[in-house]
């Protein structure tokens, strides 16, 4: 199973941008999903989760601004972000869940200049 990224760019700061991630394969039956992201030099940390029951969770420096959403018939998930600031630059990285493993996308850049 791959998991494809999109949506990923630059963008000025207080601007806003989609990402969307899916499941390479029709059959994927996605259970929780997540996005997270890596800026330079720093460790990897969690952005948004969504469960299969679609309780979300957020990280303290993206709420309000973020919302993380699922499409169950699609398999996908997509993170849409408002109110982008310059520390909001990294590589963004979608997580896929299903009953027997975690995958990760190969993760999507967002550049956010001020």
């Known amino acids: 199973v791959q998991v494809v990224e999109s949506g990923g760019g630059l963008v000025q700061a207080g601007g806003a941008l989609r990402l969307s991630c899916a499941a390479s394969e029709s059959t994927f039956s996605l259970n929780n999903g997540g996005w997270y992201r890596q800026a330079p030099g720093k460790q990897r940390e969690m952005v948004a989760q969504i469960s299969i029951t679609g309780n979300t969770n957020y990280g303290d420096s993206v709420k309000g601004r973020f919302t993380i959403s699922r499409d169950n018939a699609k398999n996908t998930v997509s993170l849409q972000m408002m109110s982008l600031k310059p520390e909001d630059t990294a590589v963004y990285y979608c997580?896929?869940?299903?009953?027997?493993?975690?995958?990760w996308g190969q993760g999507t850049q967002v550049t956010v200049s001020s």
């Open positions: 997580n896929l869940e299903d009953n027997l493993w975690s995958y």
